[in-house]
């Protein structure tokens, strides 16, 4: 059963649109959320995140918004640029703890494939 | 910067054989973690580690192992390769306390 669900596999935009890309998730405990970005034969790099105590994180020209009582988050990038062009993860957390065991582990979504289009 | 490297970038394999993935970090993070990526399917962890000789299984253990002997590596073996472990493998790390995993490049794996 999925638990992070990004149900568009891709989103074509045109530069200097806004890029919006969401994320939904069924497990309550989620506690923090943050997304990556991957281009091909790349490893994922850490966008931004945010916490479930915030409802907004904001870095340049990607703001996460989160809303709780949907379970649903969204990433804004405004405006797009043809090289935000990748796949995006959504990856969601239960609250760590700082000893050993799963907590901490991330639940990664199936990505969404973004393209901007010059 | 944390800095995570995978031994090989691309490599192709024959069905049967065992092969060995080797991920390193440089920031001295206690958790490191073995994925693989497949198209629509997302990231899908296999194996992590907590502490040095450590291990657990992720969601898709099967026809997998792993071996921690140092902290700073982190060895993924497939002890008998099979097509359907054709994928790309990437290697991450944390930092106890924090949430953020730092991904290496990956490792294209083609097993025929």
């Known amino acids: 059963d999925q638990q992070v669900k990004q149900n568009s596999p891709s989103l074509s935009v045109q530069e200097g649109r806004i890029s919006i890309l969401n994320c939904d998730y069924t497990n309550s405990m989620f506690d923090y959320f943050l997304w990556y970005k991957k281009y091909p034969a790349e490893g994922p790099t850490f966008l931004i995140s945010i916490s479930s105590i915030k409802d907004k994180n904001e870095d340049g020209r990607f703001t996460v918004f989160l809303n709780k009582s949907a379970k649903h988050l969204s990433l804004h990038i405004v405006p797009s640029q043809p090289g935000d062009s990748a796949v995006y993860f959504c990856?969601?957390?239960?609250?760590?703890?700082?000893?050993?065991?799963?907590?901490?582990?991330?639940?990664f979504g199936k990505g969404t494939k973004l393209s901007v289009k010059p | 910067d944390v800095k995570v490297t995978q031994s090989s970038r691309y490599l192709v394999k024959r069905t049967g054989e065992k092969v060995f993935l080797e991920c390193v970090q440089d920031?001295?993070?206690?958790?490191m973690f073995w994925y693989r990526q497949d198209p629509g399917l997302g990231l899908r962890l296999i194996y992590f580690s907590y502490d040095v000789k450590m291990k657990e299984k992720g969601d898709i253990p099967e026809g997998y192992s792993v071996s921690r002997e140092k902290k700073e590596r982190f060895s993924l073996i497939l002890e008998s390769a099979s097509t359907n472990q054709t994928s790309m493998y990437l290697c991450?790390?944390?930092?106890?306390?924090?949430?953020?995993?730092?991904f290496g490049p990956g490792t294209r794996l083609t097993v025929t």
């Open positions: 920031m001295d993070h206690e958790n």
């Open positions: 991450a790390s944390r930092d106890r306390g924090t949430y953020e995993q730092y």
């Open positions: 990856a969601a957390s239960e609250e760590l703890m700082n000893y050993g065991g799963s907590q901490g582990n991330l639940i």
